[in-house]
């Protein structure tokens, strides 16, 4: 089988091996339901409470802030829809950006159907957000922001600290889908001043499946998993605890060298990059500096098929992603690279590739050199 090179970490990421170490005594030993009364089960009580700590002092919160979701999916619907429907007395306005994940866009897709509003801000050629346009955007009904820490095609790092300081004291939930900055860009929801925060594992070298959600204390979301009375009441279901474990290990290891991987990966970044713009039809979506996530690299090939080229990267065992997503059986062009000024056909000529703690300068140095092979 000839070599895999993986260059698509913002879709997933490999489990560690001491993520995975972590893991599995809770599947085998320690199985017990963290509910029932026998000691048995105080180990995965325990298990559950250790890695709330654990996630708390790297987020900088409380750790009965902390809960545990199926994912970032889960997250961020929870944090949109559950705050605007607990909300829903003080007013009906949302804000959200153009450039959210579909977990987000979709969730407050589904709160337009029942009869609240939301505003999607532009925002500018590098993915942007102007913190002026959401001022002018704000309402009195405003109940509730979500705009992402960082963009997961493009790379883009919003300024979340301005928003949250802006939004300070308004009385408006701020919520931001953090999913693509864990591991890359320092998480403190009180620097930020965010009410809800959510993340993904297996974004970040843990197991799929499992999310936090970081409510603040005070904050007022409804729930919208019913079931037992897990997680203090407001998510029912057993709680899983490998994964839990898991993602709080994870979380550690990336959390704890992030400043040392971060200049590693933006090393090989802008070496991918100063090499790929040797090609003439080659062009860089989004900007290139401290606003860009480190591993993030988003190239239009003018004129190309992106579909085309990924398909023949895929020959070579390079494992990228399309600056479109394939929805309903139809290519539709990216909303995102659209947003930024992209054409259709720009868009669908584009390719992500986002590398991670185990991409190698060898590597860079390969995919590029296919990329010139197999698009000139
Ligand atoms: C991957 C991703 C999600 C969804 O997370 P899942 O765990 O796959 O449900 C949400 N937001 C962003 C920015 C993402 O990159």
Redesign the pocket.
Known sequence: MKKTIYMDY???TPVLKEVVEEMMPYFTEFYGNPASIYSLSNESKMAIDEAKITVSKIINCKPYEIFFT???????SWAIIGSAFANRDKGKHIITTAI??H??LNSCKFLEGEGFEVTYLNVDSNGLVSIEELKKNIRKDTILVSI?M???EIGTIEPVKEIGDYLKGKNIIFHT?A??AAGHVKIDVDQINADLL?L????FYGP??I?ILYIRKGTKVSNIIYGGGQQRGRRGGTENVPAIVGAAKALKIVSDDIEKENTRQENLRNLFVEKALELPYVKLNGILNEKRLSNNINLCFNGKDGEGILFNLDMNGICASAGSACQAGAMEASHVLTAIGLSKEEARSSIRFTIGRFTTEEEILYVVDKLKELTS
């Not at 199926?70 to 961020?76: I, L, P, Q, R, V």
């Not at 993904?200 to 974004?203: P, T, V």
């Open positions: 913002s879709a997933t199926s994912g970032g999916s889960e997250g961020d959210e994940h977990a987000v992402m960082a963009n997961n889908d999913v693509q959510s993904a594992a297996h974004k799929k499946g999310g």
